[in-house]
């Protein structure tokens, strides 16, 4: 659309981004705008500047004139929100008007749209072909957890604009395993950095942000040129290693190599991963190596431990499955847990989660268990069971390990963290190969 460019290619503001969230819900308060946050956290911390972020309602006017405005200052516009099948949803309309470009169905998406709601035995909704719409000339970022795919559109002055879907987890997805990678590409092509800009990423857990940075602190400036950056998130604190295209790649593969090296050196008890490997997935890959199966017990998480434990594919080999036990009365039926246990110290207490791992053992004979009980909040709390106490236990074999830990944040916070700290339980007890020296297992009368 040349009438709109009015900035030279050689004006292109390097590396600055703008967001724009759209959506009548952000502006009402009814949902707090968590995208743009993260959007800002992620791109900040490999280099990009955010420069504005703004906040626009379901309107297709208001849309493309924010979009147009940012295009006009930031070299990239990410937009998140109103991809979806409903009147309301209007961005992928705005944007291409704005492009001055059409809508075209692309066969691909509606086949696996079609796909979709075969698999789930429904027939499509009409209005769910806008979804398959791609403003002619745009580049699809495939969404795998969801059914809108993120778009890039590029100006002749090689302004970017990016939609992407607003369901949060959906563009964390896209946000790493697309959005990234090809905003890297980006400014390697644009920025003619001598050699590519290559990262690594080592996820960690049981530690807090903090405690992360001060024992790496030391190797920062050994590690020159590649930086450090710490990402923390409900699953733990990642650290990302970034050589920014001064060497040449197979050098920056070496350093990335020997940095990594050295962070595990000081953080080996801590790291279960690296790029896209998720505890839970790591985890199952211990037990499914030893033949084992784990069993679980879950009341203040309500089942989203199970939820982790089966969200990679084959997690039957070693997800036997579990008991969410949010009542009394069904920790002591399901699970064997004492009246005594629970009367004496109550179902958040090291006695009360022990007999629950200790009885989800029993119930499927595995050798593996995780329990968790806790107060989740906003009520419940007590002067000694502060908000976000939660008690962890993880059996292996005959030996089981209790762990008390306070967690900060709200409701979902803290459950999301306590499911987390049940899996790092059970993992440090798989890493530490302990099938020696059991503790003070009991047998639960059933
Ligand atoms: P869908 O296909 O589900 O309609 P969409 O791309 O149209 O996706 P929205 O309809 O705008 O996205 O939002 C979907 C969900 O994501 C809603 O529950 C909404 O509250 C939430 N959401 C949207 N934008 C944000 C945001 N900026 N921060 C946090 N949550 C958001
Ligand atoms: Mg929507």
Redesign the pocket.
């Known amino acids: 659309v040349p009438d709109r460019i009015t900035v030279q290619e050689a004006d292109l503001p390097q590396g600055t981004v703008e967001i724009v ?3 009548d ?2 502006l009402l308060g ?7 946050a993260f959007l800002s956290r992620e791109l900040g911390q490999l280099g990009f500047r955010v420069i504005r972020r703004c ?1 626009v309602p ?1 309107a297709e006017a208001e849309i493309a004139n924010a979009v147009h405005a940012a295009l006009e200052r930031a070299q990239v516009v990410i937009c ?7 009147q ?2 209007v ?1 992928r309309a705005a944007v291409a008007s704005l492009f001055g470009v059409q809508l075209d169905v692309n066969a691909e998406l509606l086949a696996q749209l079609e796909a979709r709601y075969r698999l789930r035995g429904i027939p499509m909704p009409a209005r769910n072909v806008t ?1 398959a719409q791609v403003p002619r000339g745009a580049l699809v970022l495939p969404n795998p957890r ?3 795919p993120g778009l890039v559109l590029v100006r002749g002055d090689q302004r970017h604009c990016v939609l ?5 987890h ?1 563009l964390r997805g896209l946000t790493r395993e697309q959005l990234i990678p090809y905003l890297v590409g980006l400014a390697e092509k644009t920025a003619q950095a001598a050699h590519p800009i290559r990262y690594r990423v080592l996820r960690t857990t049981g530690i807090a942000e903090s405690a992360v940075a001060e024992k790496v602190d030391h190797l920062l400036t050994k590690l020159l040129p590649l930086t450090v950056a710490f990402l923390p998130g409900f699953a733990g604190t990642d650290l990302r290693l970034t050589c920014w295209g001064d060497l040449p790649e197979l050098e920056a593969d070496r350093s990335l190599d020997s940095a990594a090296n050295q962070v595990r050196q000081v953080l080996s008890d801590h790291i279960y991963g690296e790029g896209d490997d998720e505890l839970a997935a790591v985890v199952g890959g211990l037990l499914r190596a030893r033949g084992q199966r784990v069993t679980i017990a879950e009341s203040c998480t309500g089942g989203l431990l199970g939820k982790l434990l089966s969200d990679a594919p084959g997690a039957s080999d070693y997800f036997e499955g579990g008991v969410i036990a949010y009542s009394n009365s069904l920790k002591h039926s399901q699970l064997g847990v004492a009246t005594a246990t629970l009367q004496q110290h109550g179902a958040v207490s090291e006695a009360a989660v022990r007999e629950m791992a200790q009885g989800a053992r029993l119930l499927a004979g595995s050798a593996a268990a995780i329990a968790i009980t806790g107060i989740a909040g906003p009520t419940g709390a007590t002067p000694d069971k502060p908000l976000g106490t939660v008690w962890i236990a993880a059996c292996l074999n005959e030996q089981t390990q209790t762990r008390r830990i306070v967690f900060p944040g709200d409701r979902e916070e803290i459950r999301e963290r306590a499911a987390q700290a049940g899996l790092a339980l059970l993992w440090r007890l798989l890493r530490l190969r302990a099938d020696a020296a059991p503790t003070t297992e009991t047998r639960i009368p059933r």
């Open positions: 969230t759209i959506g819900e952000l009814h949902t707090i705008d968590t995208n743009a906040t379901d998140t929100g109103g991809l979806g099948p409903t309301d949803d961005t979804q969801g059914t809108a992407l879907p607003g369901v949060p959906e």
